[in-house]
């Protein structure tokens, strides 16, 4: 079970966190469009955000706590994923951080697909 809760933190540390970081940058400044890309941001950035107006936190790291604290009792970390893993690997992060960064990058990834959008669309219809 608690391999299970590793994996899980595994998988929010290198898919989710990337994606809802990075994607915004590729969408404003590559060359291409990467429609996968822009499918996997809107799946982990709507799903994120719905989670965050919902329950105020991000749902993986919810159940990644309760898997380890069927697991082992008192393994679950308090405050959010990032401030945790942050703090473990020495780099000072605030959980109040968390949320506006989220949120912002969200928004921000979300306005250059609709820019990336508007363009195709414009260039579609002048012809």
Not at 34 to 48: F, K, M, P, S
Request: a positive charge; one cysteine or more; glycine letters at 10%.
């Amino acid at each position: 079970m608690a391999a299970l809760a590793d994996l899980l933190a595994l998988v929010h540390g290198l898919v989710v966190i990337p994606t809802i970081a990075a994607a915004p940058w590729v969408f404003i400044f590559g060359r291409r469009r990467r429609i996968w890309l822009e499918r996997l941001y809107l799946l982990v950035g709507g799903a994120t955000a719905v989670s965050f107006l919902l329950t105020g936190e991000c749902m993986l790291s919810v159940w990644e706590n309760q898997i380890r604290a069927r697991a082992a009792p008192g393994t679950a970390y308090t405050g959010g994923f990032i401030s945790h893993y942050a703090g473990w690997a020495g780099i000072p992060w605030r959980d109040k951080l968390t949320l506006p960064l989220a949120v912002s990058l969200i928004v921000l990834g979300v306005a250059a697909l609709l820019r990336r959008w508007w363009a195709g669309h414009r260039a579609r219809h002048a012809a």
